[in-house]
């Protein structure tokens, strides 16, 4: 009989021993992997550990920081409100502390920006210096129309920004009359633009929100360093404190501000400073004109949209549509200055603007028969006001019409508006030569008339021609 075998057990019997450790060896070995996994499962977690504890300490550095400038701003607000050194609040005035406010005389757009809000006038004074120091709110014509009335004018007004503050005076209270005073450079074709201290974010717009200009305007500057500073200087000038020269309707008082606090009208007397400001009328007509050598000047180019002109024609058209009484006039600087801007060449540039400004009027009047015609009146003319005779050379006498030969005193002014409103006041009779109401049929004539009473003048006055031609040639470098 065969022998009989077992097929498994001899597969087993066939393997060897090595073969056998061989294929146990290759079986992966799960052990090392799952020790390298929780070693890097302990590395993630502190990792993890370490960020957030990192994390919890830049937030608290963060808050601290956050903290500390928030304290910092409120006691910045709190100084700057409590000395209010703009006149921004007028919460607590001080003797020796924070009564007398320097900061406001030349800060003048911001101060009334603010003063406006208190006022809330409904009658509003626009121009430039001339109009500042020349119109009194108190005069009989303006103390008789509706509500309060604020002069708004300022120095170096420009007709861009007299209509930014027309809007601002109107968001906060409508209003019902405006005097708007435009000097001879207002009617030239030129660009428009804003000075250096013309802050539009404290400005009012048509139905801009009042938190959003206490958050641009209050906020920013009662947390402002520029402010705080302003402060301190405060604080330390209480013992030079000068008598004010802002009356509470924002005229800028002449009679102080020249006798009491113009150092060069104290120091040389009213010729000499009359001199002065003639210089400096030179100096600003003809800046840009001196040619460089090797070079001539370049025509400058004006945007139509952003001229003189254009924001003239948006007083008028905001005044219409808003029903506001609007009475507009030119002002009555000194014949030196009109003798200045012949120098120049700057005469037909004026009439020219005249004359646009009476078409526009016109145009408006027709496109709203509904409501009064608008109308200018002229007081830049030569006549017996403009032709005041000066004071000898060392003289200390003041002149009866003017402080110098750019700013009126306020009799001009009193004139200027009863001829504006049509009243006669009692004791007091405006020269027959002094204004004249500019239309479509008059303004012709107007200036004809001006141009003979010019040539006029410069034979009767022919020294001071010449010596105001002298000062603009050197101006230009001419001869």
Known sequence: MGEITNPVASKIA???????EVTLAERPDRTSERRSESIFAAFESTDSANHVEWSIHWLRYCAVVAASVAV???????????????????????EGVNAYKPAIYHRVRLFKAYEVGRVQPQTIILGSSRSHLGFRCSHEALAHLDGPCYNLAFDGATTREMFEYLQHAHAIRPLKHVVLGLDAYHLIDAT?????????????????????????????????????????????????????????????IGKIFFRQVEKNFLEFGPRAYFDEIDRLEVAFQTEGMAPRPGSQPAAAVVDPTQSNFAYIKR???FCVANKIDLRILI??????????????????????????????????AGAHPEQPALSVW????????????????GSRDEM????????????????????????????????????????????????????????????????????????????????
Not at 14 to 20: K, P, Y
Not at 72 to 94: E, K, M, Q, S, T
Not at 337 to 346: H, K, L, S, T, W
């Open 14 to 20: 066939g393997l060897s021993f090595d073969q056998t």
């Open 72 to 94: 910092l701003l409120f006691a910045v607000a709190g100084i700057n409100a409590f000395i209010d050194p703009f006149g921004i609040y007028r919460l607590w005035d001080i």
């Open 192 to 252: 428009s633009f804003t000075r250096p201290d013309f802050d539009p974010l404290v400005l009012l717009q048509p139905h801009d929100l009042r938190a959003v200009r206490f958050v641009t305007g209050d906020l920013r500057l009662l947390t402002s360093f520029d402010t705080l500073r302003a402060s301190i200087d405060t604080m330390e000038k209480q013992k030079e404190a000068q008598q004010n020269w802002f009356s509470p309707d924002g005229q800028r």
């Open 315 to 317: 007083i008028v058209d």
């Open 331 to 364: 002002t009555p600087a000194h014949a030196h200055q009109y003798e200045i801007a012949r120098a120049v060449g700057a005469s037909s540039s004026i009439e020219n603007g005249k004359r646009r400004l009476v078409r526009l009027l016109s145009d408006v």
């Open 378 to 393: 002229d007081f830049s003319g030569y006549s017996s006001i403009t032709t005041e005779p000066l004071p000898p050379l």
């Open 400 to 479: 009866r019409f003017y402080w110098d030969s750019s700013h009126f005193k306020e009799v001009v002014g009193d004139y200027v508006l009863d001829r504006l409103f049509s009243v006669f006041a009692a004791g007091q009779v405006v020269p027959q030569d002094f204004g004249v109401q500019l239309t479509l049929r008059s303004i012709e004539p107007a200036l004809a008339r001006e141009r003979a009473e010019q040539e006029a003048y410069r034979v009767s006055h022919s020294e001071d021609v010449a010596h105001l031609r002298n000062l603009v040639n050197r101006a230009i470098g001419g001869d």
